[in-house]
């Protein structure tokens, strides 16, 4: 099955990345933009059939690699979860 | 104890690239070779003091440090630290040792997002005991090189108020005449350097290793880690 893993900074964790891109996108004529904040998404593979069990395993990952909680949040998606 | 009776052993990731800077300065200071232990390995020889150095350990994916602080040795270092052992993260170091929780906080994008590469002025701060702080001067000024992408101290406010009532920071940028301005990177409360809560580990961005001698621009550095290295030996 596939895990889908999304990283995303906290509230009020600065990320000077989005800054930048809401200002380009500013310059650029989008002025509606008034904050832009970059994640991640974290792609999994994983020999597992059991829907609950992948999603717990994969906490686990997030937990203990994938995401640093003092700064980051992160979510789950079961690709193949009916 | 002596100085060259002193058993260092620095971490080598792959990325790794002041592995040597910080052997060749130490042995300078002690005329004894510090191991250098590849980060495959299981175990970690008993030693004195444990150096995660600098460098982009495993390219700096994921995040500075993530990987490098889950690989096999550093459940041995972990297992130093646990016993009271004393760990020095620089650069990457403490990047690697934020990832392990063996000092709080984060260290994220530099908040001008360039690479910084220069000279920065540190004010040494009254700190609980440790090793890292005792034989120096508090408020004493040191000058040493940084050079990161990733120093930006970061800490819950709740978080950065324990660290300064617990006497936790080592180090803050400060301002200079010469150098200008002090905060290099956005870093809170201009934390340059932090120890862990039984001062026995510290990390810190800037690079004492390239301040041993005048040819470097100058031997912060060498006094630093002197100092630290006697405290470890009294």
Not at chain 1, 30 to 44: A, H, T, Y
Not at chain 2, 86 to 92: E, K, R
Request: with cysteine; aromatic share 6%.
């Amino acid at each position: 099955m596939q895990a889908i893993v999304n990283i995303v900074l906290k509230d009020g964790v600065l990320d000077p990345q989005g800054r930048a891109i809401s200002h380009s996108l500013n310059d650029l004529g989008f002025s509606e933009v008034s904050d832009v904040r970059v994640g991640k998404q974290i792609l999994l593979e994983i020999d597992e059939n059991d829907p609950a069990r992948l999603r717990q395993r994969v906490a686990r990952m997030c937990e203990t690699l994938l995401a640093n909680t003092v700064i980051e949040n992160y979510s789950i998606v079961v690709a193949d979860e009916k | 104890m002596t100085l060259s009776a002193l058993r260092v052993a620095i971490i080598v990731f792959p990325g790794s690239n002041c592995d040597r800077d910080i052997m060749v300065a130490i042995e300078q200071l002690t005329s004894r070779r510090p191991a250098l232990v590849w980060h495959k390995e299981a175990s970690l020889e008993a030693a004195d003091l444990v150096i995660i150095p600098g460098g982009f350990s495993f390219g700096d994916y994921l995040r500075c440090g993530a990987l490098a602080g889950r690989s096999p040795i550093m459940n041995a270092v972990l297992d130093h630290a646990a016993r009271g052992g004393a760990v020095m993260g620089i650069c990457n170091g403490f990047q690697v040792l934020t990832e392990t929780g063996m000092v709080p906080g984060v260290l994220i994008r530099n908040a001008e997002l360039k690479f910084a590469c220069r000279n920065v002025r540190l004010q040494v701060c009254k700190t609980l005991a440790s090793p890292f702080t005792s034989k120096l001067a508090i408020n004493k000024n040191l000058t040493l090189p940084i050079a990161h992408n990733e120093g930006n101290y970061f800490a819950e406010p709740g978080e950065l108020d324990q660290l300064e009532g617990e006497g936790q920071i080592a180090f803050r940028y400060t301002d200079s005449s010469i150098i200008g301005k002090a905060n290099p990177n956005g870093a809170a409360r201009d934390i340059a350097g932090v120890i862990s809560r039984n001062g026995r580990v510290i990390g810190m961005m800037p690079h004492p290793e390239r301040a041993m001698s005048d040819l470097h621009g100058g031997s912060d550095g060498a006094y630093f880690l002197l100092k630290s290295l006697e405290a470890l030996v009294s």
